[in-house]
């Protein structure tokens, strides 16, 4: 059984400061990591990827992705209220099918 | 959202009534994904397509749910009769794009009173 664990949360962080969102996944030769931000009563859209180990940055965001250690985690710098959402963490399997396997999600909570 | 469009967006029903989902994904792409929502076991997968054909429906929680794609631009997920713990929010999703991610529709939220 695939598992990806997320913490809940929520996860309160101040206007302007680093929020870190982490997720852990169970098959180690998992081949590629997204993140979803997924707005109250919204659909989940795709803010990043990664496949290879270390960071990859796109604006305020970085992923880091450690494969040796089955981590993935999200950056957030100079967070905003805007960001509050829940953020799903989904890995595709090994073998090529593209079938993710979502984490239940973190709520993230950016308070002015 | 406009790659994928859901009907409806909302849906009330009572206890025992049959519910038909649909989605009309853009052309384009050759697999579509069926999700449940739940806040107690957050997105689940029910079934995938693939070209059309039903690949994987080991997510589909027992015989009362099913799904169909007749053809490329439609799709439904129907539920007869339905429960009071079916009640969730389903979206219908795609596979698109160099790196195969999924793009959403805006999904259905159905009550079952």
């Known amino acids: 059984q695939k598992e990806v664990e997320q913490n809940s949360g929520p996860l309160s962080v101040p206007e302007g400061a680093i929020a870190s969102l982490n997720c852990t996944y169970s098959?180690?030769?998992?081949?590629?990591f997204f993140w979803y931000r997924q707005y109250s009563g919204k659909s989940p859209e795709l803010i990043m990827f990664?496949?290879?180990?270390g960071d990859k940055e796109d604006g305020r965001f970085t992923a880091q992705l450690n494969k040796a250690s089955q981590y993935v985690s999200l950056l957030i710098r100079d967070s905003q209220p805007s960001d509050s959402a829940t953020y799903l963490c989904a890995v595709n399997p090994a073998g090529g099918s593209y079938i993710p396997t979502f984490g239940r999600g973190t709520s993230l909570i950016v308070h002015p | 959202d406009a790659g994928v469009i859901q009907s409806p967006r909302h849906e009330v029903t009572e206890m025992g009534q049959e519910v038909t989902l649909r989605c009309k994904p853009i052309s384009g792409h050759n697999s579509l994904f069926w999700y449940r929502q739940t806040m107690m076991r957050g997105l689940e997968l029910l079934i995938y397509f693939n070209n059309n054909v039903p690949i994987d429906d080991s997510g589909m929680p027992e015989d009362r749910f099913s799904a169909k794609m007749p053809n490329a631009s439609f799709s439904t997920l129907k539920i007869q009769p339905s429960e009071p713990r079916d009640s969730a929010v389903y979206f219908c999703?795609?596979?698109?794009?160099?790196?195969?991610?999924?793009?959403f529709g805006p999904g259905t939220r159905l009550t079952v009173l």
């Open positions: 999703a795609i596979r698109q794009g160099l790196i195969n991610e999924q793009f």
């Open positions: 990664i496949y290879s180990n």
């Open positions: 098959d180690r030769g998992s081949q590629s």
